[in-house]
Structures are given as C-alpha cells and as structure tokens.
C-alpha cells in the first residue's frame, strides 16, 4: 500500500528509468553490505542507488510489479471478506481511472 500510495502516475514513465529491472542489481547500484561503508559514503558522496534514474526506477519497477499483480488481487478481494477492503483501497490506487 506505502508503495502504490507513493507513486504518482504523471511520472511513470519509462524514459526516466534504467533500461530493465535485472539492471537495478548491478553492484553499482546497490548499497554496501557493511554498515561502517554505508555510513562512509554518506559522508564523502551519494551511496549507490540514489541517484534520481536509479532511484526512480525503483518506484517505476515496483508499480509495474503491482499492475501486473492486479488479477491476483481481484481475486483476493472478491474471495476474502476480511481483506476485501484493504484490496480494494490498493486497487483504487492502481487503477484511477476506475475510481473516477
């Protein structure tokens, strides 16, 4: 829900990302494993992964992951009551334009 609350869709465009998902596990891309490096780098530079193409292909990647999910939700929805409602608020952020 944070991730598809967080994504505006005037800026889902592929333009602004890496060329494919698999290219986001590069090792220039992610972060060190050791947190004293992690900490390091802040101090010197701009970890790996934030800058803004890599950073935003995060959002771009996993909003695409959700669409693509889309049917599995609806039958979550349509099959449990009690998730019924939490499904349906997540839908309605993926998919605007059927709550207009």
Known sequence: MTVASSI???YMDSQNTVDTM???LD??????E?????D???GKEEPPGYEEKVF???YYFSHCLLKDAIPFFNTIMNSNEQLSPAVRELLL???PEVSK
């Open 8 to 10: 505006t869709l005037e």
């Open 22 to 24: 698999h290219e986001l």
């Open 27 to 32: 090792e220039k891309y992610l972060w060190p």
């Open 34 to 38: 050791d947190e004293e490096e992690d």
């Open 40 to 42: 390091l780098l802040w």
């Open 56 to 58: 935003f292909s995060y």
């Open 93 to 95: 952020l993926l998919e």
